[in-house]
């Protein structure tokens, strides 16, 4: 609905004539801003009309699309309050709260507000296009969210299979506590929740960015009903407590679908569980901007984009190896190639690509799928993970006939997956003429915009034994997040990519040839340009994306 005091307000400017706006009052529905129709107007400049509201009313004008606004304040907001009032909290203060406007005539119900938020609001003027491109983008509160999550039916072949479990002894206020649990792990975008049992406490944990924080504690007495819940919602046996077991939820919350992956394992004092969120709008496909520096993308992009041959990227569990390798895949992936994938499980649908689950309980492992993938007339084959030497048998022969394998493996560093792939038993010239790249990466916490300073604790000596030379350390800035709402007053939000990318050239297949170490590799690959991960990191540490201890503990130190 078009609220007449603003049909007031800006008829008032001359901006836009009242024939204009006349046929916009018309609009009676309650849950429609019909505002949103003035930008239709070409001759409607929204920027000097807030601009001169806010000079009229001496208050700020502020371009939303440049603003951040905090998780804390995003949690205020809630749809309801928003389509009545044209207004949502920007920042929060411990005594009051800064409301963003587009409609002046918003003013005259300051008392109503300061009610509604209960505390005292002050107001600054946004143009009406950054009004709604926010508006469009605002995740609804934690409250609604609980009220609005649909659980989505899984396909029959994903259900397990035996008697259906009744929800009777499952109470509302469980059902609901386990609804908020999910949503609030949605909107802090979590990666895992843990919900562990002890003697005397239950303890709920949610992972931010890489490292878990504990959420509120349920009473001891919702143990057992939430971990029931839990089950029956990812088709589990309630009954079965001595094994573990996995399972699948899907939901729909604030009208986007999410995966959960829900493990259960048997503790001393009860079953733990343990749930991995998808969100396919967190995934980041375009390569430019995971953390490759320019030389390391057009290393990584000669290894993937070859006809043939084995792209590696290694890392541990966490460290972002399948994001990477979606990046590579969804490049490649045209309309005129093949691509088929082993995944365990498959995180995301990768629209025109030929994903398959892996299920070792039918004998349907990552050798298994190869071998099947190669009657598939392939171009490209992604697989999982390499963990024995059958699959990297395989693998290895599919690059050598014509055909472009994208993997993984877990190793330290970039030349130490060519020792760990030779100690498995394949041969070196085998190897040498079937690898094309290995990349090894980590994340390191981004420091938090919102409270980014400089490190003044410290010393010039930590900054030098960090691996960082005299002349650099008394020149460089080393920033770090002092803490704040924005980021929980941990001083990071988000994370950064540190990589270390290892072409295999004529000089490293040389040293492949006579067996020659890691260390060698190593030394080889730096001098041919290569930056270890410990570089990558550093450097991130001088650009202020990341502090010199997440440098420090997400890379290893170099001898070299």
């Not at 939820?249 to 969120?277: C, H, M, Y």
């Amino acid at each position: 609905m078009f609220r007449k005091e603003f049909a007031k307000a800006i008829s008032a400017t001359g901006m836009i004539p009242a024939r204009d706006i006349r046929p916009l009052l018309e609009n009676t529905n309650p849950t429609e801003i019909s505002e949103r129709k003035l930008l239709d107007f070409g001759f409607f400049d929204d920027v000097k009309f807030a601009r001169l509201v806010a000079e009229q009313n001496s208050l700020t004008f502020i371009n939303l699309n440049d603003a951040q606004v905090s998780d804390h304040c995003l949690s205020l907001v809630k749809r309801v309050s928003v389509i009545e009032f044209r207004c949502y909290a920007v920042q929060k203060t411990v005594n009051s709260v800064t409301l963003a406007i587009y409609d002046p005539s918003i003013l005259e119900r300051k008392n109503e507000l300061s009610k509604l938020y209960q505390c005292s609001v002050e107001f600054i003027v946004t143009n009406l296009s950054s009004w709604f491109h926010f508006y469009d983008q605002i995740i609804e509160s934690v409250d609604e969210l609980v009220l609005n999550i649909k659980e989505i039916g899984l396909g029959k072949d994903e259900k397990q299979e035996g008697e259906k479990i009744k929800e009777d002894d499952i109470g509302e206020d469980v059902i609901n506590y386990v609804n908020l649990i999910l949503a609030e792990a949605f909107v802090k975008k979590v990666s895992d929740i843990h919900l562990e049992p002890y003697e005397n406490f239950f303890r709920i944990r949610f992972r931010i960015d890489g490292t878990l924080q504990e959420w509120k504690r349920p009473p001891k007495s919702f143990t057992m009903p939430i971990i029931s819940r839990l089950k029956i919602m990812s088709q589990m046996d309630i009954s079965e407590r001595r094994k573990p077991q996995d399972g699948r939820i899907k939901l729909e919350i604030g009208g986007q679908p999410i995966d959960f992956r829900v493990s259960a394992l048997p503790t001393l004092f009860g079953e733990k569980i343990v749930i991995r969120l998808l969100d396919s709008t967190n995934l980041q496909l375009d390569m430019t901007v995971l953390g490759f520096s320019k030389k390391q993308l057009k290393a990584f992009q000669e290894g993937i984009y070859q006809p043939y041959g084995m792209c590696l990227v290694t890392g541990p569990t966490g460290s972002g190896k399948t994001t990477t390798l979606y990046s590579g895949v969804s490049a490649l992936n045209k309309e005129g190639v093949n691509i088929s994938t082993a995944e365990d499980p498959v995180e995301f649908n990768l629209m025109g690509v030929n994903q398959v689950n892996v299920r070792k309980e039918i004998g349907l492992n990552f050798a298994a799928a190869l071998k099947s993938f190669l009657r598939q007339d392939p171009d490209i084959i992604m697989v999982g993970e390499i963990r024995d030497f059958e699959t990297a048998e395989i693998a290895v022969e599919a690059a050598l006939t014509g055909h472009l394998v994208l993997s993984t493996l877990h190793t330290n560093d970039a030349p130490s997956t060519v020792t760990r792939l030779l100690n498995m038993g394949l041969e070196p010239f085998l190897l040498t003429g079937a690898l094309n790249v290995v990349v090894a990466q980590r994340l390191c916490r981004r420091i938090c915009t919102k409270c980014k300073a400089p490190d003044k604790d410290l010393s010039l000596e930590e900054i030098i034994n960090c691996g960082i030379s005299e002349n650099s350390a008394k020149k460089i800035k080393i920033m770090k997040g002092k803490g704040c709402a924005t980021c929980h007053d941990t001083g990071y939000k988000g994370r950064v990519a540190i990589y270390e990318v290892m072409p295999i050239t004529p000089g490293i297949k040389e040293i492949m040839l006579k067996n020659g170490t890691a260390d060698e590799l190593k030394l080889q690959a730096i001098k041919e340009g290569m930056k270890t991960l410990r570089m990558s990191a550093l450097i991130k540490v001088a650009n202020g994306l990341t502090t010199l201890s997440e440098a420090v503990s997400n890379s290893a130190s170099d001898k070299f």
